[in-house]
């Protein structure tokens, strides 16, 4: 089946514009993650659904991200006011229940959004 | 809270020969998920290999293994022939035994040279 899939591939965003990125999990998955991947560095945890509640958003840098699975299946993260550090690429992941199959505790990733900040 | 760190920036290798990046890690917990992911250049990132840290027995997935030092909390991974295909970054990774996220290390860019 598909893969995790993610929109845009790269946006750029003037400083103080509002972005919205977009993810598609594997259909069936029920836990769906955000994170911020800093170039040059290890992807940093942001937030993480099962289904539609936000069971954890320790990881949001300030009050400007917000992240939203309404139906538990596509999810958005939202950046307002962008600043220039928010530059970065933002990866999904998607992971299968217990019992689903072989790869538990693996997360499936997809290709990310490309943030640019002016 | 736990942190990886992995101490190697960049590596290379001859095509066809072993390479083995280090990984080390810091944690109170007695159980948990240690894992390998390799993202080569603008393409997504998928897993290598897995362990979990009740298993004595070093993970193996063809030509990739691990060596999970649990008292010393390390955790290398081992490519044996490489292959120019396996170049990539490759970020060493954490969870607890049940948690949700990852804990990622900095990452080791490996080219492989042919």
């Known amino acids: 089946g598909a893969g995790v899939s993610q929109s845009p591939r790269y946006k750029v965003a003037k400083r103080g514009q509002d972005v919205a990125l977009r993810c598609d999990p594997i259909s069936g998955h029920v836990s769906l993650f955000w994170y911020q991947q800093a170039l040059g560095q290890g992807p940093e945890f942001l937030t993480y659904f099962q289904n539609e509640a936000q069971l954890d958003k320790s990881g949001l840098p300030s009050d400007r991200f917000f992240a939203e699975r309404p139906e538990g299946s596509v999810s958005t993260l939202k950046i307002q006011r962008t600043q220039q550090e928010d530059s970065a690429v933002y990866l999904c992941?998607?992971?299968?229940?217990?019992?689903?199959?072989?790869?538990?505790?693996?997360?499936?990733f997809g290709p990310g959004t490309r943030l640019t900040v002016l | 809270a736990q942190t990886v760190t992995q101490s190697q920036p960049e590596m290379s290798v001859q095509e066809a020969e072993t390479v083995t990046l280090s990984c080390t890690y810091d944690?109170?917990?007695?159980?948990?998920?240690l894992f390998w992911y390799k993202q080569p250049p603008s393409r997504q990132m998928i897993l290598v290999i897995r362990q979990e840290a009740y298993k004595q027995q070093n993970a193996t997935e063809n030509r990739f293994s691990v060596n999970f030092q649990k008292a010393a909390k390390s955790f290398s991974l081992k490519i044996s022939d490489s292959q120019l295909g396996d170049t990539a970054m490759y970020f060493c990774?954490?969870?607890?035994?049940?948690?949700?996220?990852?804990?990622f290390g900095a990452g080791t860019i490996l080219r492989v040279k042919s």
């Open positions: 990774a954490f969870m607890k035994e049940y948690g949700n996220k990852l804990v």
């Open positions: 944690t109170s917990e007695n159980n948990y998920y």
């Open positions: 992941a998607s992971r299968p229940l217990p019992g689903q199959g072989l790869s538990y505790n693996e997360q499936f």
